[in-house]
């Protein structure tokens, strides 16, 4: 039998790494998903977080929800003193404690659990470029609901009151100015900077063509701090200009507030549980908006306590709005001896009805067909959507059955 000489074997041996190398770059190649793509091709909801930074550290993080098919977006503020466990220092501290730049995976990991969704895009805007990019849209608009005076020599603030348009300077003026010390405090911090995102995010949406200029596009990803490369920033933007501006509100992750060894925390309520279920709940809102014939609009809702607990009524009225239902009023029932809860309904949507009662793991359901509230004309005393009364089988959160 004759034998394959050297470089025959050599030959078989180079072709064989040949052959597992190109095979092993196909399967890479092939398995390698752009996740952007994947997301819009797949008509998924789109996660993105905004990180609003000064001096290296986070003043401000936003987790924007838009869903393309149906243009409508929801906006969560996650507090930069929500208290946590943090692991790896061993103790109990502020969550912005873990943002070290925008590189700060572990930063949005924590968010990432806080909600309980993934966020696969993060972009951060210093304090800097966020002036320059409000200037690139040419200014935006909001409501200031008392004049600013503030005659600071190194950072004076005079702004009137009413609608105003304000540029980059004033927006960011706006957001981080300091109250003096006797001052009395109309707008709080927390939502001057909501109105500054909110504004911008629709001044972005009235200004979507300038995002085709070449000339625009550079400054705009000079702006933006990301892992993205350019296409992908840019891409993304582009679709959040694209969302229905009249349609979405910035909601804020609620909590207890505690003084822990001498920092002020924000910890969630219900241990952060909450918080994801108003996140699935949102989710669950911009996906249904485009399908059946519910309206799109939100419902409003009136609460009364049927129990002699006090605040309880109040309580969960709040624990509502942050499910985004327009709570009309809250307050006690005629009497105080129900021993269930129930949902009184004047929609004519069964299906919000049966939600708002998956909110809260309540069963009955009775439906009122009110002609007076439906005709305005008739009766200019409006009636709530759905009239919530509290039984005594509520435990502030969930209807036990």
Do not use: W
Request: proline content about 4%; hydrophobic content about 40%; some cysteine.
């Amino acid at each position: 039998m004759k034998r394959l000489s050297f470089d025959s074997i050599f030959m078989l041996l180079l072709l064989i790494v040949l052959i597992l190398i190109s095979g092993g770059v196909g399967i890479y190649l092939f398995s390698r998903t752009d996740p952007l793509e994947e997301i819009l091709s797949d008509e998924k909801v789109l996660n993105v977080l905004l990180n609003l930074e000064q001096d290296r550290k986070v003043i401000g993080s936003y987790v924007i929800l838009y869903y393309p098919p149906t243009r409508r977006a929801a906006v969560f503020d996650v507090p930069i003193e929500t208290g946590l466990i943090i692991k790896s220092l061993n103790r109990v501290d502020r969550i912005d404690t873990l943002y070290k730049g925008s590189e700060s995976t572990e930063y949005t990991k924590e968010i990432e659990n806080l909600l309980g969704l993934r966020i696969p895009f993060t972009v951060t805007l210093t304090l800097d470029h966020l002036e320059k990019l409000v200037d690139l849209v040419d200014g935006i608009s909001l409501f200031i609901p008392e004049p600013l005076e503030q005659y600071n020599p190194q950072k004076p603030v005079l702004l009137p009151s009413g609608f105003v348009k304000l540029d980059g300077s004033k927006a960011i003026a706006y957001a981080t100015y300091t109250l003096d010390k006797d001052a009395i405090e109309i707008e709080s911090d927390t939502l001057r900077k909501q109105k500054l995102i909110q504004s911008l995010l629709t001044s972005l949406n009235e200004k979507r063509v300038l995002l085709k200029d070449p000339a625009a596009q550079k400054i705009l990803t000079s702006l933006i701090t990301t892992r993205l490369d350019t296409e992908s920033t840019l891409r993304i933007f582009r679709e959040l200009t694209n969302l229905d501006v009249q349609k979405f509100s910035i909601q804020q992750i609620g909590g207890n507030v505690k003084q822990v060894s001498g920092k002020k925390l924000l910890f969630p309520f219900y241990d952060g549980v909450l918080a994801q279920e108003i996140v699935k709940q949102t989710i669950s809102g911009l996906v249904r908006q485009g399908e059946g014939e519910i309206p799109d609009r939100v419902f409003t809702v009136e609460v009364l306590n049927g129990t002699p607990t006090i605040g309880l009524a109040r309580n969960t009225a709040e624990l509502l709005k942050g499910f985004g239902y327009d709570v009309l009023s809250y307050g006690n029932a005629e009497r105080s001896d129900y021993e269930k809860t129930q949902i009184i309904s004047r929609s004519r949507y069964p299906e919000v009805a049966q939600a708002l009662g998956s909110v809260l793991k309540c069963k009955v359901i009775i439906t009122e067909n009110d002609t007076e509230s439906q005709n305005l004309s008739q009766d200019m005393n409006y009636k709530a959507d759905f009239t919530l009364i509290i039984g005594k089988d509520f435990n502030g959160r969930y209807v036990i059955n």
